[in-house]
């Protein structure tokens, strides 16, 4: 096959146009950095660049307020107390991440990406802004009754959220609400340590081994509420009270006509998943009278969804509800609370829309005073006690405090050719391909746009025929491949987005993405003092093609990023060129759904709390993430017997029969490292894997392996652990 080099007579063949297309002719179309109806919110023409541009580009101030916002240096910044927050107080996301990812030898914690960080300041700020709206509403309408909310822990099960939840929540008695038997189990023991008259709620389906912990709860003084969410648990509750001498306090969780129409509606209505249909209802009533045990009914729930886009919705169902709770009142229960359920919706994207899954056109008081007036309307219709005000808004309490903070590793660089470089391409072409690479470049010269494009498509298609039948080589079709996309870029009909790899497993980490389809912020937490020149989709570690981010708020297909500058995983640059990406309000869900596609684990975590120190922030808590044995573990793999199998392999090519003891002594130490490692990219660093050029095997550093060729593996080091 003739090479590249193989020079043509380019004068002799070349068409009119063909100087100014090598000279690159100023007058061709440019290729614009980025557009899209995001960025036309800004002024993109401005030669200079401001955070505040970024943060009208990135909607930071829709989604994010009152905790997020962008910095005079560019950075992402939380605001602890939300709109309390004084400006020395505001927390800057790149400072947590220098301080999470130094070594420990120079101050830092040495831990690997990527990295939750939870804000507790802002959990809690939620719990109070919550009740802070209830109680707004409930004195303005002089409602005679209080409310008491409770979180459901499936949200978010991690121990120290629930926990921060229910020591924060307590002055609100404030309580939790459990939908399986590990779950009831968790808020059991947590409540021990909360308000006494905090609610405990016992959703889900039941067997007798769950109806008898939530008796036992309540033997226990805790203030326990079992929801029936079939007929047929009323009869398990009145078996096995009776066996305990317990006497129980039940609620009935009622199917309602109002139907949500979106995505998170299609539980609720009468043909909903869960719940007891009116006639259901009134079976329990006579079943539960006829033991004499009416008086124990006091709370009725219902659930009409998630994300709830509108309080016109809200309050038709709430007064639905609020219709059905007055009935049992006139049926003889001791009715005392309405539990209007979750549904309490997050501005996932800043339009305050309440057409779409991602947004929601009201805020906490809007939503508190709808609930409030609804019910009150029924109740003093009817003439009844106003019942205590329950809700299970999970979305809304845990989603702000949570940043979920990874790396951008590399980026695909779009395929170019110099012009200059022609004459070197047509060697090897047909007559028609060297006469549709002419046509080509004379419609290019021509501003013939359309023309351009039927003439990139039969080139290609002739090169890759040639290709396909052997007869053009793999340089001429890769030059044929960058000159289209020169006249591509030229006439402004290439694809400018590019793919930038990220350091994360989306299925671990943002699993209803993937499912669901449903869309988190996703915005650099630096450089937001630079204009982002190129727009790119997300693709993560795993081996799957649906492990990619390519929705955006807005109803964006790529997002506004910053060229790379070079990174540590084997490319230019080093520490000073990471580029961080956050994904923000994703607190609820994500850490409890994920698994283990590729055996990629959860993210490390930490907990940062507001300072008064020098930089705004403390470090209360870390954890680094799950390492490959852990995952492993998961998958009913022992890594302790697969240690001692590659051990004993390593043995028979490098032990002392071979007397290659210093490689067989750094091996068996790296590979042990291995286990007690993250599975995810390292960077370079100075306690990183770095190749060395010791037959090809890694180590962790040359003080590691020259340790390991002196001193040989011993049973302490090969268990030991190495925080990239």
């Given at each position: 096959m003739p090479a590249l080099a193989c020079c043509v007579d380019a004068a002799a063949v070349a068409p009119p146009g063909y100087a100014a297309f090598v000279a690159g002719d100023g007058s061709l179309p440019a290729v614009a950095p980025f557009a899209s109806s995001t960025a036309a919110a800004v002024n993109s023409n401005s030669t200079h660049w401001s955070p505040a541009h970024s943060s009208a580009l990135y909607r930071i101030e829709g989604w994010g307020a009152p905790y997020f916002s962008v910095n005079d240096s560019g950075n992402i910044t939380v605001s602890p107390y939300g709109t309390d927050t004084l400006a020395h107080q505001e927390i800057d996301l790149l400072k947590i991440v220098k301080k999470v990812s130094d070594p420990k030898s120079v101050g830092g914690l040495g831990l690997q990406f990527p990295l939750i960080v939870r804000v507790p300041d802002v959990l809690k700020n939620r719990l109070e802004s919550l009740h802070s709206a209830f109680e707004s509403a409930i004195q303005a309408q002089g409602y005679e009754s209080h409310y008491q909310g409770v979180y459901p822990v499936k949200c978010n099960q991690d121990r120290f959220v629930v926990e921060d939840i229910v020591k924060f929540g307590s002055p609100f008695r404030f309580g939790l609400e459990a939908g399986s038997k590990p779950e009831l189990l968790l808020a059991m023991s947590c409540l021990c340590k909360g308000n006494p008259e905090a609610l405990l709620i016992c959703n889900g389906f039941k067997d007798a081994e769950y109806i008898f912990l939530a008796l036992l709860a309540r033997k226990l003084a805790l203030n326990t509420v079992i929801v029936l969410e079939e007929e047929e648990e009323v009869n398990l509750v009145i078996e096995i009270s009776k066996k305990l001498s317990v006497r129980p306090v039940i609620g009935v969780r009622a199917k309602l006509r109002t139907k949500h129409s979106g995505h998170f509606g299609s539980t609720s209505g009468e043909k909903g998943k869960f719940g007891l249909?009116?006639?259901?209802?009134?079976?329990?009533?006579?079943?539960?009278?006829?033991?004499?045990?009416?008086?124990?009914?006091?709370?009725?729930?219902?659930?009409?969804?998630?994300?709830?886009?509108?309080?016109?919705?809200?309050?038709?169902?709430?007064?639905?509800?609020?219709?059905?709770?007055?009935?049992?009142?006139?049926?003889?229960?001791?009715?005392?609370?309405?539990?209007?359920?979750?549904?309490?919706?997050?501005?996932?994207?800043?339009?305050?829309?309440?057409?779409?899954?991602?947004s929601v056109s009201y805020g906490l008081q809007e939503y508190a005073s709808s609930v409030v007036n609804a019910i009150k309307f029924v109740c003093d219709r009817k003439s009844i006690k106003h019942p205590i005000i329950c809700s299970e808004s999970g979305r809304a309490i845990v989603s702000h405090h949570s940043i979920l903070i990874f790396e951008a590793i590399s980026a695909s660089v779009p395929t170019a050719m110099n012009p200059v470089d022609l004459p070197f391409i047509l060697e090897g072409l047909s007559e028609d391909a060297r006469a549709d690479c002419w046509n080509l470049i004379q419609a290019a010269v021509r501003h013939e746009n359309q023309t351009c494009l039927v003439y990139i498509d039969q080139l290609k298609q002739r090169c890759v025929d040639r290709f396909k039948e052997g007869t053009l080589g793999i340089e001429q079709l890769a030059a044929v491949d960058g000159l289209?996309?020169?006249?591509?870029?030229?006439?402004?009909?290439?694809?400018?987005?590019?793919?930038?790899?990220?350091?994360?497993?989306?299925?671990?980490?943002?699993?209803?993405?993937?499912?669901?389809?449903?869309?988190?912020?996703?915005?650099?937490?630096?450089?937001?003092?630079?204009?982002?020149?190129?727009?790119?989709?997300?693709?993560?570690?795993?081996?799957?093609?649906?492990?990619?981010?390519?929705?955006?708020?807005?109803?964006?297909?790529?997002?506004?990023?910053?060229?790379?500058?070079?990174?540590?995983?084997?490319?230019?640059?080093?520490?000073?060129?990471?580029?961080?990406?956050?994904?923000?309000?994703?607190?609820?869900?994500?850490?409890?759904?994920?698994?283990?596609?590729?055996?990629?684990?959860?993210?490390?975590?930490?907990?940062?709390?507001?300072?008064?120190?020098?930089?705004?922030?403390?470090?209360?808590?870390?954890?680094?993430?799950?390492?490959?044995?852990?995952?492993?573990r998961v998958m009913q793999h022992e890594p302790e017997l697969m240690f001692e199998t590659l051990k004993h392999r390593a043995e028979e090519f490098f032990g002392q029969d071979h007397g290659d003891e210093g490689t067989y002594a750094a091996l068996v130490t790296t590979i042990a490292r291995s286990f007690h490692n993250m599975p995810y990219l390292?960077?370079?660093?100075?306690?990183?894997?770095?190749?060395?050029?010791n037959n090809g095997f890694y180590y962790s550093n040359e003080e590691d392996y020259n340790a390991a060729v002196e001193s040989g593996p011993s049973e302490d080091e090969h268990w030991s652990y190495c925080y990239a």
């Open positions: 249909t009116t006639t259901q209802i009134l079976r329990v009533v006579r079943k539960l009278q006829d033991s004499g045990m009416l008086d124990c009914l006091q709370l009725l729930h219902f659930h009409i969804g998630s994300q709830i886009p509108s309080t016109t919705l809200l309050q038709a169902g709430v007064g639905e509800a609020a219709q059905i709770y007055s009935e049992l009142v006139r049926l003889g229960a001791d009715m005392k609370v309405i539990d209007i359920g979750g549904g309490l919706g997050i501005d996932y994207d800043g339009s305050k829309s309440g057409n779409s899954d991602l289209c996309d020169l006249v591509s870029n030229m006439v402004d009909a290439s694809d400018p987005t590019r793919t930038y790899h990220v350091n994360l497993s989306i299925f671990t980490s943002i699993p209803d993405f993937w499912s669901i389809s449903q869309v988190f912020p996703i915005v650099p937490i630096h450089r937001l003092d630079e204009r982002p020149d190129v727009r790119g989709v997300l693709s993560d570690l795993t081996c799957d093609s649906d492990g990619k981010i390519d929705k955006f708020i807005g109803g964006e297909t790529s997002l506004p990023l910053h060229e790379l500058e070079g990174n540590g995983y084997g490319g230019g640059g080093g520490a000073n060129g990471r580029y961080y990406l956050g994904m923000f309000l994703g607190g609820a869900y994500q850490e409890s759904l994920g698994g283990v596609h590729n055996l990629f684990s959860g993210p490390s975590v930490v907990s940062v709390s507001q300072s008064d120190g020098p930089h705004s922030f403390v470090v209360t808590r870390a954890v680094p993430g799950p390492s490959c044995g852990d995952v492993l390292v960077a370079a660093s100075p306690c990183s894997l770095t190749a060395m050029n």
